[in-house]
């Protein structure tokens, strides 16, 4: 039976081609693919993308309703990676902080904490007040990773599509995955020196 699975949610912050790219990259890595997807998410996909709702649904190998709360990702029993929120608004994040689900998609990550898997937050606001900052405590504290989708210009990115690769593909990373979308300092990027150790040694 395939246990490689990843849930990807998607909320209504701005950046939802955050969560595109994860749906895609995970195609490309052959891991199954569980969507959940607020209302508002797919409003602001009309937004920011030419993209329409039934394409970004058919990225996913199963694509959820937000009221489906009998779904199987909605059960311990049901066996993934853990869970990726790109974007995740503060409002999702907040909710899942308190274990007061309304949603399939806090529900899919109270889950996700409960069973000791790995949660990923790509949260998208700035900047933050105290209240959001202590969110994130508590969440860090129940086993979540709060990852904001940042820039990593030493990659010399050459477009948007660079800087969102990056970002998904870092997010990828720690759930173990490696996608060829990731650019690594000291492989991929010049100026990036392995240790002496590292290197191979001449040829007798």
């Not at 066996?79 to 899942?96: D, H, Y």
């Not at 790995?118 to 969440?139: C, D, Q, S």
Request: proline content about 4%; glycine content about 10%.
């Amino acid at each position: 039976m395939n246990t490689d699975r990843l849930i990807i949610g998607v909320s209504g912050a701005s950046g939802i081609i955050y969560g595109v790219r994860a749906l895609e990259a995970l195609k490309t890595l052959g891991v199954e693919s569980h969507l959940v997807a607020s209302k508002a998410a797919e409003m602001t996909l009309g937004y920011e993308t030419d993209m329409d709702i039934r394409t970004f649904r058919g990225l996913s190998d199963y694509c959820y309703k937000m009221p489906d709360v009998g779904a199987s990702i909605a059960s311990g029993s049901f066996k993934t990676r853990g869970m990726l929120i790109a974007p995740c608004s503060v409002r999702t994040m907040s909710e899942i902080a308190t274990g007061v689900t309304s949603s399939l998609l806090t529900r899919a990550a109270d889950v996700v904490l409960k069973e000791r898997r790995r949660l990923v937050l790509m949260v998208r606001e700035t900047p933050y007040h105290l209240g959001h900052i202590r969110t994130m405590e508590a969440l860090t504290e129940m086993g979540a990773i709060i990852c904001p989708p940042l820039p990593a210009f030493y990659t010399n990115p050459k477009s948007l599509d660079d800087i969102v690769d990056q970002s998904v593909g870092r997010a990828l990373d720690l759930f173990g995955l490696d996608w060829d979308g990731t650019r690594r300092w000291g492989e991929d990027v010049e100026g990036g020196r392995r240790p002496a150790a590292a290197t191979k040694p001449a040829s007798a």
